[in-house]
């Protein structure tokens, strides 16, 4: 292109490492030349026993008796979703914004709070979109590592926020990609911090705890929450976030009134009204997890994180990133994907999403293989 064009563009932008998406899973079959049913994918922390059976009742139904919704614009208000929410969170609805998956609270609270050189914390090992939106708006982000256990460095992020003045720090609770669930009694002293705290709760519904009751008394937490993990609608984009009014005012000018789609609203509401098929497809996600957990640290040279949520964080305590690398590729030649994630400090990890029963059962037969 010529220089002309790439000048009207932003330098910042240009600069900025490629974000390196999923390779969808057609595409991925094809390579291994395996049908797509083959395939098992441990690589994502979706849930493997899909939509709730009402949530799928409930698309049909549309599909059925009213497929005109599906050509008139959603509701920029999400007003029944968010009644909804309000009884399974216990917070008024005009404290709940949804969005297109929690990806999208996450940049919109980030668009509400950083301009450029505006400072950031972010405590890594952990979800990389944080670092990689922060850096978008120009932000500058300052790590406070964890700890070697992958617990928050609380001291020294409360140091931090003071030496640099920071204005945002986000914590995924549990961590992603570790696993490391986050003790409340740390999240009200960092509370006590002159920041905005954003706790992202992707995966509290496996954990079974929650700072959301929190939100309103504290006026500087944010908590987000999605449907994609525990709700299994990930391919449907739906989030929602708490917090308190003057803070929320802020999101609703900056949304785009059509972000969440028609489908995904309907799909979460009928997921709220399913929770109890939900919670049980929960519970043998948990008690998959620790079968798994146990059987992964009795192999040689494995070390398992503790979990709180639906994914495994594995170390290889013999055989290094080499090992790691080559046991990926070794599971992916046999279908089964999960994550390596080539970063400083993990790059003799791999993480692996809980499955069904006879999904572990194959990837632990796999690994025996390839032990
Ligand atoms: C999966 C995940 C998300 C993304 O959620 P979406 O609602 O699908 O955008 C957010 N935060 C963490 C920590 C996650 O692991």
């Known amino acids: 292109m010529p220089a002309s064009i790439t000048g009207l563009l932003r330098p910042d932008i240009a600069a900025l490492e490629a974000y390196t998406p999923i390779v969808p899973l057609e595409t991925l079959a094809e390579r291994l030349g395996l049908p797509v049913e083959r395939i098992i994918k441990l690589d994502a922390n979706e849930n493997p026993y899909g939509p709730s059976p009402r949530a799928l009742a409930a698309l049909a139904a549309v599909e059925r008796d009213a497929p005109h919704r599906y050509a008139i614009y959603p509701d920029p208000d999400h007003t029944r979703l968010r009644a909804a929410l309000s009884r399974y969170i216990g917070q008024p609805p005009e404290r709940i914004i949804c969005g297109a998956g929690s990806d999208e609270l996450i940049d919109l609270l980030m668009r509400a709070v950083l301009r450029p050189g505006d400072v950031m914390v972010d405590c890594p090992p952990t979800f990389a979109m944080y670092s990689f939106d922060a850096a978008l708006y120009g932000a500058r982000v300052v790590p406070v590592p964890r700890t070697e256990q992958f617990d928050v460095d609380v001291e020294g992020v409360a140091e931090a926020v003071e030496r640099e003045g920071a204005k945002l720090l986000f914590l995924a609770a549990p961590n992603n990609p570790t696993g490391t669930p986050l003790a409340r009694s740390a999240v009200e002293r960092l509370l006590d911090l002159p920041i905005i705290l954003a706790i992202d709760e992707a995966y509290a519904e496996f954990a079974g705890t929650s700072v959301v009751d929190l939100v309103g008394t504290r006026p500087n937490l944010v908590v987000l929450r999605t449907f994609s993990k525990w709700a299994g609608l990930a391919g449907l984009r739906i989030g929602y976030a708490a917090m308190h009014e003057d803070v929320i005012a802020y999101l609703w000018k900056i949304k785009q009134p059509y972000n969440v789609n028609v489908a995904a ?38 070390h398992v994180y503790p979990s709180a949520a639906n994914f495994l964080l594995c170390r290889m305590t013999d055989g290094g990133a080499a090992r790691a690398r080559a046991i990926r590729d070794g599971l992916a030649r046999r279908g089964i994907l999960i994550r390596y994630f080539n970063r400083p400090g993990l790059d003799d990890c791999i993480r692996i999403s809980v499955g069904r029963p006879e999904q572990n059962d194959a990837l632990l037969q796999a690994l025996e293989e390839l032990a």
Do not use: C, K, Y
Request: cysteine-free; glycine content about 2%.
């Open 265 to 302: 609203e309907i799909a979460a509401i009928a997921s709220l009204e399913d929770r109890e098929e939900r919670m049980t497809t929960v519970a043998r996600i948990v008690a998959e997890r620790d079968r798994l957990a146990a059987a992964l640290a009795a192999l040689p040279g494995v």
